[in-house]
């Protein structure tokens, strides 16, 4: 099993320029979510979705969308980049309803705006 | 609205010695984790807390939860350069959506 997947793992964006942020699950787990972590600091969420065809708002969400049509897949996009988005992103998935309680995360994409 | 504080923020201790991270929660939870990440590094599960009063333990890290107190410690034994990361603990609001809502993170560096 591959767990959680992320790419790319680096990308450097001009300011304006907009992108897309893949992650992928193959553990068939209901939730996913991607946060993104600055510098010497925890973990903020973004956006969460419990299924395909929902999602909802974390504690960051300006300037971000996603989309969730497959179980699998959690695309995050990036439109007019702007460098207070220079961040570490992460995504993740777990099973609710089903255990064993734990989340899974992927390697992270480090995007970097000029 | 949640809020999750660790402490301390940075922490620098001999190997071979004892010290306790510490994490308060202000609102009731029935979960909370702990993770380790390496710099440059994703999140590598360490405990998953489930009930109060719930201890387990790793080798030399242990972790404990008091959900009366809103309290959750990582208590690492006789350290080792090997531990050297950076230590969040995260709580799990389970209800109509579950999200983990991070510290700040525990800095800890191990030196000989």
């Known amino acids: 099993n ?41 973990l903020k969420l973004i956006y969460y979705s419990v299924g395909a065809g929902i999602t909802d708002k974390g504690e960051v969400p300006n300037g971000y969308n996603v989309s969730r049509s497959t179980t699998e897949d959690f695309p995050l996009r990036l439109e007019l980049a702007a460098p207070s988005q220079t961040s570490v992103y992460f995504c993740a998935s777990t099973s609710v309803g089903q255990g064993p309680f734990g989340y899974t995360f992927g390697s992270g994409t480090r995007l970097t705006v000029v | 609205e949640l809020k999750v504080e660790q402490n301390p923020l940075f922490l620098s201790m001999q190997e071979g010695k004892n010290y306790t991270i510490y994490c308060n929660y202000s609102t009731t939870s029935d979960r909370l984790y702990w993770y380790r990440q390496d710099p440059g590094k994703s999140l590598e599960s360490l405990f998953v807390l489930l009930s109060n009063g719930a201890v387990k333990q790793e080798g030399r890290l242990m972790a404990s939860l008091d959900t009366k107190a809103r309290l959750s410690t990582l208590h690492i034994t006789a350290a080792v350069h090997d531990l050297s990361a950076t230590y969040f603990c995260a709580v799990d609001l389970r209800g109509t959506a579950s999200k983990l809502t991070f510290g700040t993170g525990t800095r800890l560096q191990v030196t000989l």
């Open chain 1, 2 to 42: 591959a767990g959680v997947t992320q790419t790319p793992k680096f990308r450097i964006l001009k300011i304006g320029q907009s992108m897309t942020l893949q992650c992928t699950q193959d553990m068939n787990h209901n939730y996913m979510y991607w946060y993104r972590q600055d510098p010497g600091m925890g």
